[in-house]
């Protein structure tokens, strides 16, 4: 019988996983809960390919992943069966069949984050899983102007964590923006592909220039010194979502996943 791929649109909640990809036995992964949800859809084994491995803390309303079987099911019962399967935590919210050319992963031309952050002298109590804080108050203009440095095809080196297992650090930055909305200061960053807690890399030196420890153009100097030494914190998980992931159009598939201004 031959076998048909399936992509999905998954969105989760991941402040009680630990991270996407599956870990050891007994460690709560959204990887190990969807392929266990899936399976029980198909009645055999599902293996996933996605499109991005997110870290332990890290939230998505726009992750994509596909599966090859060759079991018969109508589309909505992988995603009804999918989701009565899963845990609160985890929706699948569109299902497609695709060409076996179609990978999650290598397909992929951009993805989009989205990283919220808390700018308030007092702590969020009903979002503080899923926003990052600063007490501090932050200049989100100088932000934004610093951030522009980093656009373009660049070595992000800079913004490595020390553990990344990608190949080489050059990468496109395609858009990168921070706004205000209220107490909320928002970096929507897109880039062909990211590296090892980049965004969350990018995000803790732009804080120090919105501190007013740094004037803009450190960005650029930190970018071209290719030193992660030389950056800023690693800014918390909780404020990072992967929102987006783009195909070709040829293989028809939505925009994955969305997130209100302050939200």
């Not at 490595?160 to 050059?170: D, E, L, N, T």
Request: some cysteine; charged content about 20%; aromatic content about 10%.
């Amino acid at each position: 019988m031959s076998k048909q791929r399936i992509a999905l649109g998954i969105e989760y909640n991941g402040s009680h996983f630990c991270g996407y990809q599956m870990q050891s036995e007994g460690t709560r992964t959204v990887q190990h809960e969807l392929e266990k949800a899936l399976s029980k859809v198909a009645d055999e084994t599902v293996r996933l390919t996605c499109a991005g491995r997110t870290d332990t803390g890290v939230h998505a309303t726009g992750q994509v992943v596909h599966f090859d079987t060759a079991v018969q099911r109508e589309l909505k019962a992988w995603m009804l069966g999918g989701n009565t399967n899963l845990p609160r935590d985890i929706s699948i919210h569109w299902v497609r069949e695709v060409s076996d050319t179609f990978s999650a992963r290598f397909s992929a031309v951009s993805r989009s984050y989205r990283y919220i952050l808390f700018n308030r002298r007092v702590r969020p109590a009903i979002f503080q899983h899923n926003v990052a804080w600063s007490f501090e108050r932050l200049d989100q203009t100088v932000m934004h102007e610093a951030a522009q440095y980093l656009m373009g095809e660049h070595d992000f080196s800079a913004f490595r964590a020390s553990q990344c297992q990608a190949k080489h650090a050059i990468r496109e930055m395609q858009a990168i923006s921070v706004k205000r909305v209220g107490d909320y200061i928002i970096l929507d960053i897109r880039a062909n592909a990211f590296l090892h807690h980049m965004v969350r890399n990018i995000m803790g030196s732009l804080m120090v220039v919105g501190r007013g420890e740094q004037e803009a153009g450190w960005i650029q100097t930190v970018l071209q010194g290719q030193d992660r030494k030389c950056a800023g914190m690693t800014a918390s998980a909780a404020g990072l979502y992967l929102v987006n992931v783009e195909y070709p159009v040829e293989y028809g598939l939505p925009d994955s996943g969305w997130l209100p201004d302050i939200f």
